[in-house]
């Protein structure tokens, strides 16, 4: 950590700054300019809180050059995660290919979708019981039965079930799902992430709309810090001022974050994009830019869908898109 | 509501879509161009669900003409909506200040700083028990004890209290507070903002970091529609690129939702900027435009406050503040 | 193009707004609701000023849902559009490989880039003469000297140059550049493009930092108005909060920009990350999302390069990309 | 600036980045922790390209401690600039207010206005004769007539005379215009600032949609290395995700840009909110949190102007609002 004072600081205030950072265990290197005086801090910077340099008096600016994560960090555990769900493994070189529709609709629907997107080559199921929606008039799931009807298709297809959680108090339900997302508008839902960290169940925590990769590390390490090493990331757009896509797909996300942290990371390009005639592109890039796998939903009649229709793509296309996937895949060196 | 058909549309898809909408009760006109077919919806579109019409193979875009908000539209509410909480009014003419520490701290803290924003013109008291804070490292607040203090604070000197709740379970001890704040990151936890709706306290609702006016309307609509008719919205500054300023404040909200709906709308010019040095100009600047009040972080020893402190403003300074804020909602003809 | 009135439209207003659109040859159908009445236009919107009509006291809102854009709208020229520059063609299926140093810094130092390019299957070389740089007091460029270096790489090479212009004055140097880059910062420079839709030559059109698609296309229009087809758009990746990237890649323009419009699309991921590293997991997604080409800063002494060091990869690393770039392109179907 | 270096560096490079260092002419203080050493560089870093350290193997990252600008910097030329435009004041504690229409229409037209505005206490009149329009079709200004017009205006009114220029090459036509404006898609357009800074005309420049204050600032500062002292910054909205506004108003512009530079600040309401109703607010606003002046697009007839009517608001508005104005700016204490 960097801190930079200002121009003659008051000697006692920097007396008392330099005897709480010794408590702090610390060592403190200055470097004295002609305008600025900088501190060179050094030993574990990652749990001073960094508001508390920064507001006084003087301060000018505190840098950060340790990440302020420790568990999420590739420094501290320089091999990659690899998660087991069910009967897949998320990470290691493997692809992981989680399919399925929005919401669940009716048991018809998800073992029909299930055993499509299996056949295509999916490893995955996912399926929306309880919703996010932005309006209380939208339809919010089927909740508890929606659940029920997923762990029917998996007892069919034999597929690990990928779906959403909403609020810690959900938490009972969700004892057979393998994978607990958490979506986008609770990323830095900290009561819950502090609840998922208290499981041993793998978390799906996706990008929120306005996170950094650090917040997103962050809200990782919320999970991580209580105990839970099974965190998978997932990119899912951004806002930005581009309003052709609902969202703007960052795949830069992934040598990023493939850099800073050992966690895998998953790309979702149906709710990026918004539009499924975009999903198969932007699924191929992200193949080759190195995810480790892909979430895509897929519908057998998106025009009848509950929501996120026009983002889904129908199994036909899912199969089409699989083969080329997996052939992308093995291009850049990866297991298939 | 606007549909606007690809060329040359299939007619049976066409047909089940005019049976559909029918089914809705809206009326559906026709508009036969060239390269498009364009449909206009008369009639009461706000519960229809524009993804269910997108997702059509035969639709090229759909556009809203109606807000898909109705109890916190203008529209439907012309005048203003005034809220008591504790023994002020919000809305409706007058100007609120909210003030107080990021974080409660300790008993002589808090009413230190009550009696002194109290003294300066301050109409309630703010204060952190539960924190949401991005590093699990981080304080995290005084919470339960933090709430027992801000109600001593209460009893001390009558100020209503403003404080944050992060999750629905928490709301049995928030009984006695008088205006339950939810974060930035909160703003679309549809489970949280469900339960608000079922009380009938005053809603202090910040507005997400990368959410829209009508997103920010939309969450306010969930409180709304479930019985509570208390929502304050709250500007706190939005994520852009700009990075000297933790965020960017956006002023342009207060006429913009004024506009758009009977809601009061409160500035935070605190957390915007993440400076105190910048808070007095922005809060002129709000007050100026037209803000119903203000919330801003004052700590008496911001160097030392547990969170924040950057932003925090002294009690001698927000009692200047205070004085120039009232001299400007004067010229612009508010009460005083 | 629907506009939505206000309720209750001043009569007189409404018939001169009827009378003047008549006047535009385009044909008014009104629909007539409870709160609104929407008016949609028939016939050929594309040249009329959408503020104008926005402006009237009557209108609520004017909404296009014709493309403002014409030469580069794919509805009227639905065949992709092949560029030809020196002996290489850019667009319909081919793999444009455009590599080189950010600047040019010498004879020795240009043609050695550009005989290891071409080794390694660049298509095009890439090298900047004069040099849009943030600050006044950073290397400019070699200038003149820099345009007969390029040429000097191209006797030896036979590669087409591609090159930055900055100004429409100094278009008579570029008289034997094969093609002319008009950089992020000049997008919107509309002197610069009218000039340059005055040339046959081709166009290399980077979006901007904060440009939306259709502001690229509308610039491309510029050009393309002017009378000159060989416009290639290029994206460098856009401005938002993230701040561990330089930019944020948006590769979605790929399969958007495809389907609005005929022309190539070039990728620049050097720019968009600014980071090395990043460089060849960019690339690798940009093709296999089916972008046209890519245009690849390499640099023999990245670490001595006398701007954009950070960015550049090394021509044995560029020898490896251009490889596996080969294989993506001819698994997704590409020509090579 | 601080560079962090990776871990175990080469020696090798290492001395060679001291040795070149030293050549710069500035002190370097290693600081040495367990995972990072950090380099403290001491003396002038203005002119340091960062790029050149940020580019070298051994090195992690580089932060500027110094800002990059040096003529624009309140640290080296601490008294406000106060700028003279025929017969006013820009800055220093005055109310500048610039007024007139978006596009010089006609001379009964440009005339009349400029008489209202000034009997409203308009201290400047604006008037675009060049105009930059996103789509080649849109009206381009009357171009020199619109110059000729404009200093008609000034001879019947004395009022100094502010309008835009879009190419160096236009120069000798703005030799009687008393403030040149550079247009937000020009602000780096750096050939053309180049050319301002070899001129001793006050130059208006509007930041970019994209550019953050540290941008903005340097490129005043390329006006101001070229020897021309007198620059007005202008903040007329950034791009964000918002979409209800043209743009997003960032008024924090104004304490943050005063406490890092000496130049007056002037806000344009009208273009970056897109809406005249919104103009008032915006612009008592920007006068309450301290900004030397305004720019407001006012027309006679907004419905029939040739461009930007929906965000003009009439001679009479104006009327009421620079009252208004003026009153806000007397209760902050500034000059009137």
Not at 63 to 88: C, L, M
Not at 181 to 189: D, H, I, K, L
Not at 216 to 223: D, P, T
Request: hydrophobic share 40%; glycine share 8%; net charge negative.
């Amino acid at each position: 950590m960097i801190v930079i004072l200002k121009e003659n600081p008051d000697q006692a205030q920097l007396d008392s700054l330099l005897t709480w950072l010794k408590e702090q265990h610390v060592d403190v290197h200055p470097t004295i300019g002609e305008h600025h005086t900088i501190l060179g801090l050094i030993g574990d910077t990652s749990k001073i809180d960094i508001d508390l340099i920064s507001a006084l008096d003087i301060v000018d600016d505190v840098r950060r050059v340790q990440e302020p994560y420790k568990s999420a960090n590739r420094k501290f555990h320089p091999e990659d995660t690899v998660i087991t769900a069910g009967n897949t493994r998320i990470g290691g070189g493997s692809l992981t290919l989680i399919a399925g529709p929005c919401s669940v609709e009716s048991e018809e629907q998800i073992i029909g979708i299930a055993k499509a997107v299996k056949a295509s080559g999916a490893t995955m199921l996912r399926g929306g019981a309880f919703k996010p929606r932005t309006s209380p008039y939208a339809f919010q799931g089927m909740q508890i039965e929606g659940i029920r009807l997923l762990l029917r298709a998996k007892e069919e297809t034999g597929l690990p079930i990928c779906t959403e959680i909403m609020d810690a108090s959900q938490l009972p339900l969700f004892e057979d799902i393998d994978v607990l997302q958490v979506g986008a508008r609770n990323m830095q839902n900290f009561p819950l992430l502090k609840a998922l960290g208290r499981t041993d169940k793998p978390v799906l925590l996706k990008r929120g709309m306005s996170a950094t990769y650090q917040d997103l590390l962050m809200s990782a390490e919320y999970v991580l810090a209580g105990g839970n090493p099974n965190v998978i990331l997932c990119e899912r757009g951004i806002r930005t001022f581009e309003n052709y896509t609902r969202n703007t797909l960052d795949l830069s996300i992934i040598p990023a974050v493939k850099a800073l942290s050992h966690l895998p990371v998953i790309i979702d390009p149906s709710h990026a994009t918004g539009k499924a005639s975009m999903v198969p592109s932007m699924a191929r890039a992200a193949v080759a830019g190195g995810a480790d796998g892909l979430i895509i939903e897929v519908h057998n009649d998106p025009a009848h869908a509950k929501c996120d229709g026009p983002q889904s793509i129908t199994p036909a296309a899912f199969d089409t898109l699989a083969g080329e996937l997996m052939r992308i895949h093995a291009v850049i060196g990866g297991e298939n």
